[in-house]
């Protein structure tokens, strides 16, 4: 997996090859160029290229750049501010990454080609909200001393055995409204539970059971860099909303989502007082536990008003592509589509159909649109020697930035 290069790393690197004056790739759409740095400073990036070429990218224009660096690949994409004779001025670069997935460069917006895509699996359909997680309906493995055919009965155990862990407990259906509080979005989006305020021992309090189901730090940081213009600030949020619960004297809310497939039809609140126990892995893997058994429950009796259909093709917005992958929009009203799931891609040129399936590695969204990272899973060797060719204008070969053999190239992706 890519892993980010933190600033003081990259203000290293950056000055290696300014004063040893090293060569790197820079790529623009099928174009790519041998190029230096000349300085750097917080603002601008000044780079010269080796080209007599009249094609060089022009300002606002989109760049990718590749260093090989004591023996590994690193990867930053950044915008021209300005052109000028065989120079470049580059806006410093928001990240780095090190460890690159993708075997095959990214190439942003290809001209003349698009995606259109189906799920290859019939769908669920319900009116509830839909997060990025999947989890099917299952009866209980082991005992747990829940009644799971009564509804009725199961929720009396649920109150009586959550009191002895918190001050108040409910649970909260989305049958007849929507999220409306940051928590409640927080779950839905992300099909994950959600302590606030998060203990600092929140990590060592999940275990293998419900890590997957937990929001941890780390996922609140993904939400932020994937999800910029819906989840920027969302950790300076949850502090501000952490700070009203200390104002009603709350040492903790817990918001357990009930997940049905992939849409989260409700949740398990429980608010626990400052005079009461604090949270312990026990609570935790209890409301996990229990949220399974009573979406169990509600399936097996009738709840749900189930809609099973084979969606069509839908048209995408592409973003970027390389020779292994795609990074595509659909409208956030679509056909819901969970990680791993399988697709069937058509690749769409001026003149040719490509066919392949694909499997969805990365899910992210904004106000408008979700964002599908694709990994091409069965496209024929003529195929892909056609892709390549159209994306970078050559074609394959092994060259300086694939990292391994071919077989392993062809399985990267998102």
Do not use: W
């Not at 990240?95 to 917006?109: C, E, K, N, P």
């Not at 994937?226 to 903790?252: F, H, M």
């Amino acid at each position: 997996m890519a892993q980010a290069v933190s600033r003081i790393e990259r203000e290293f690197i950056m000055k290696e090859f300014v004063e040893n004056e090293l060569s790197f790739e820079l790529n623009h759409g099928q174009l790519q160029y041998a190029a230096k740095f000349k300085g750097f400073n917080e603002k601008q990036l000044h780079v010269d290229i080796d080209s007599t070429s009249s094609q060089l990218p022009d300002a606002e224009d989109n760049v990718d750049i590749f260093l090989r660096f004591r023996g590994q690949i690193m990867t930053f994409r950044t915008q021209v501010l300005e052109r000028s004779n065989g120079s470049l001025t580059l806006a410093p670069p928001r990240s780095m990454y090190r460890d690159l997935t993708r075997a095959f460069r990214r190439v942003i917006a290809p001209s003349g080609v698009s995606i259109e895509f189906q799920l290859n699996e019939k769908v669920i359909t319900l009116n509830y909200p839909d997060s990025e997680r999947h989890e099917l309906p299952q009866a209980p493995k082991v005992n747990l001393g829940f009644d799971a055919s009564k509804i009725a009965n199961l929720l009396a155990s649920f109150r009586s055995k959550a009191a002895e862990y918190s001050s108040e407990n409910k649970v909260i259906m989305f049958r007849s409204r929507t999220p409306d509080s940051l928590p409640e979005k927080l779950i839905c989006d992300t099909g994950r539970m959600l302590v606030v305020p998060s203990p600092k021992n929140l990590g060592e309090l999940v275990s293998d059971n419900t890590r997957d189901r937990t929001l941890l730090e780390t996922d609140l940081q993904r939400l932020e860099s994937e999800s910029p213009s819906i989840y920027g600030d969302v950790r300076r949020q949850l502090t501000d909303y952490a700070g009203t619960l200390n104002g009603k004297s709350l040492l903790y809310e817990l918001y357990c989502p009930l997940l049905f497939h992939q849409y989260v039809v409700g949740y398990l609140y429980l608010m626990q007082g400052k005079s009461g126990k604090a949270l312990s892995k026990e609570v935790i893997e209890y409301v996990n536990e229990f949220a399974k058994v009573l979406v169990y429950s509600l399936n097996l009796n009738g709840y749900f008003e189930i809609r099973e259909e084979l969606p069509a093709y839908q048209d995408s917005e592409l973003v970027d592509m390389s020779a292994t992958g795609a990074l595509f929009t659909q409208a956030a009203a679509g056909t819901p589509i969970t990680l791993y799931s399988q697709l069937q891609l058509k690749i769409k040129f001026e003149s040719r159909v490509l066919e392949t399936r694909a499997r969805v590695m990365r899910k992210f969204k904004d106000r408008e649109r979700v964002y599908l990272g694709v990994r091409f899973t069965g496209l024929a060797d003529p195929d892909f020697q056609e892709l390549h060719k159209r994306l970078y204008g050559t074609p394959y070969e092994a060259d300086t930035f694939n990292t391994g053999s071919d077989e392993n190239d062809r399985q990267q992706g998102y």
